[in-house]
């Protein structure tokens, strides 16, 4: 067969040698519509800088001054995402980005033209990871939030839940929550230790379960009272995945348990004496 027919590869290998690799999903922004306190400012620049967003825009903002108390509520987010922070309009925003307003009251009820089609914040987390736009994060005034012209004009709508005794939380608080559970679209690793356990040896597992029923012979209870314990501890452990180091852990503290109790069950042997002390 010749170079040119079915079947053969050219020289320059496979077509998906010259495939473009996956693009990285962009991060949202966070947009702040005429904030009223600055310190509410630097709350969520900080909350942001937690959970690895960068991106700050502020419609009408107040003053934010360097010695202010939005830099003092910023934390390290005073080094980069408050101080980059962009003034924009409202109009920018819906012209350029998939929106996602926050809300906590719209007022609107069952008679209105406009209904707004609620998300948690763990559903609009599943919900964005489907989107493939530049997207932006809504939060409104402290006092008023976001009204309903304006909700009208954005794509999605999250309300976070709480008591329905007093359902609304301050600004600050809001962004925290919702970004926490967004984290997933922003942050590839955190700080948490041990995400991944790997669990002991079943050997291992199955020497601990030996050894205490070895210990719970040495105490002397009834046979269905020993049978009940060495299947709560096998209950128990199947829960726990318990690690190498632990598991070792515990087998040394048995191990030694059982050898005392062997040599008290052999001197009240030698003396004569009872193997318990009679219970007062």
């Known amino acids: 067969m010749s170079g040119d027919e079915e079947g053969t590869e050219s020289p320059g290998g496979s077509d998906d040698d010259d495939a473009e690799p996956p693009r990285e999903r962009k991060k949202p922004v966070v947009v702040v519509v005429e904030p ?20 700050l825009k502020l419609v ?24 980059n922070a962009e003034e924009v309009t409202f109009d920018e925003v819906v012209a350029n980005y998939h929106t996602v307003g926050t809300t906590a009251i719209t007022g609107e009820d069952d008679r209105s033209h406009e209904r707004y089609p609620f998300k948690t914040p763990a559903e609009l987390r599943e919900s964005l990871k ?3 736009a530049p997207t932006a994060i ?11 012209e304006e ?19 301050n600004l600050g608080q809001a962004a925290t929550v919702l970004l926490y559970e967004l984290r997933e679209l922003s942050v590839d690793e955190t700080q948490l230790p041990d995400t991944e356990v790997t669990r002991a040896p079943e050997n291992d597992v199955e020497r601990f379960h030996e050894f205490f029923d070895e210990f719970l012979a040495a105490t002397g209870a009834r046979d269905h009272v020993r ?14 995945h318990p690690t190498e180091r632990e598991i070792h852990s515990l087998l040394g503290t048995f191990r030694k348990a059982n050898t005392k109790l062997d040599h008290a069950d052999h001197l009240a042997a030698k003396y004569d004496e009872p193997v318990y002390p009679p219970e007062g």
């Open 60 to 83: 009408n903002p107040p003053e934010i001054p360097e010695d202010g108390e939005a830099y003092g509520f910023a934390g390290h987010a005073r080094e980069d995402v408050l101080p």
């Open 227 to 240: 049978e009940k314990n060495a299947l709560l501890m096998r209950r128990l452990l199947g829960r726990a």
């Open 130 to 132: 489907t989107v493939d």
């Open 151 to 169: 909700l009208s004009r954005l794509d999605e709508v999250c309300s976070i839940p709480a008591s329905d005794d007093y359902p609304v939380l």
């Open 138 to 148: 809504v939060f409104g005034r402290e006092g008023r939030g976001l009204n309903n």
């Open 36 to 55: 009223e306190t600055p310190g509410n400012v630097g709350t969520i620049a900080r909350a942001m800088k937690n959970f690895g967003l960068s991106e």
